[in-house]
């Protein structure tokens, strides 16, 4: 059954939603042009606007069904089957709240650190967002490629000019990177929609009608390889990782909220679309492969977060750390752990985006990131400790904290599949422990040496309105989590029905992934 949202309320709201902040931009760029003082305030008047739209679609969303919701299908390109077609299901629907939650939260977090060509960076944060929006809601593959796409170039922009020192280098290797990836999917695209108009006669790029294919296994390899390596790469998982920590940290603050919040969600949401979507069976005999990775992704990380002097690289590695643990759970393809991938995605957005912005607070106040030039900052900042207290225990997976929720449920769904890898991933949570408390430890409560730290001034009301939300989130979902779950149970029943047919060659696979691990 498809529930049309248009027919319920009298307009089209997932383009409305999808465009309204594209359409924020260009007012900006026609009516506020030299007029500076109303950049930001048109920005987050655009993105509230949003967020708000995205909130009242939600109240008309139903928990209890797979199906696709607030469809819309129009021809596009009729000669080559290509369709506006866009729709969400409970995954999607979450991952729409949390982009346009987050970029409320960017652009209030902007308001003062971004001083040159003001109106370029809040356009290109608008423009950034209608592309995630677009990919979460495309049910059409041409049309997924296009925002795929337009997303990439306003983050290359807002890395490039608006970065640090090594801005370019850094824009320039995250760009490279993903269009690599792009390119290779962009191959797989082609080759499964010729696969298809040759086999049944008709060119189509609907991705519900491409699921529903019967790809053979040759098609499903190689069409898994492609699609895998482009969304891994955006993650990113181990050994694709390299180019996260430059875009990180040169990126300015709300490109680094953006970035890991919500752009890195992209990656293990094309895997769930795509891979397992079109290529069961190749999902499905990969799954020991994936699940390695994904386990020294976990301990990789954190052992790299454990030694790095620098406050953003650290958050910036731990999010390798954190997407490892998302990809486990995933890929266990059990109950409990698809759940817990999925809500460990908004679980790492909130908290990950929330350290980042602290981060950039403390730059703000003292142009260093550098742990060892911090030290007893508890004393001239309680409030803004006591917020970076609360994401750093979050972080960590402190029981009544949304984090701790997710990497439970993963931990379940891993131990379900092979104990010694969720043995192995549990490791990276006591390291998860090690960094950040150490991190904490050195910056907030260390011997306070430098003198003229006492002088800085601690949160104002703005960046309180900024954390408090993010803050109001993490406990809600630690606490109650279980209206996110409601939205999670059907489509991951979805999921798990679609390589159904190929467990048992999963459960064959157990004793091939135990002994990469080194055996039970």
Known sequence: MEF?????IGFRALSLLIFLPAIGAVVMLLFLRGRPSAYKTGALVTSLATFALSLYMLTAFKTDTAAYQFQENFVWVQSFGINYHLGVDGISMLMVLLTTFLSVIAIIGSWNYVKDRELGFF???LLLETGMLGVFASMDLFLFYVFWEIQLIPMYFIIGIWGGARRIYAAVKFFLYTFAGSVIMLVAILAIVWWYNKSSGTMTFDILTLQKAGFPSSIQMWGFIAFFVAFAIKVPMFPVHTWLPDAHVEAPTAGSVILAGVLLKMGVYGMIRFCVGFFPEATIKAVPFVMLLSVIAIIYGAAVSLVQPDMKKLVAYSS???????TAGLFAFNQQGVEGSVLQM????????????????FYERTHTREIKDYGGMARPLPVAAAFFSLFVLGSLGLPGLNGFIGEFLILLGVFQYAKVAAVFASIGIILGAAYLLWMYQRTMFQELTNKKWLELKDLNVREIFTLVPLAAVALFIGLYPKPFLNMLHAPTQNILAQVEPYMAQKQSLIHLASSFFGGF
């Open 4 to 8: 049309d949202f248009a027919q319920q």
């Open 123 to 125: 356009i290109s944060l």
């Open 320 to 326: 390798v750390s954190h997407m490892g643990f998302v």
């Open 346 to 361: 908004v679980n790492h957005g909130i908290l990950t985006g929330a350290l980042f912005q602290m981060v950039g607070f």
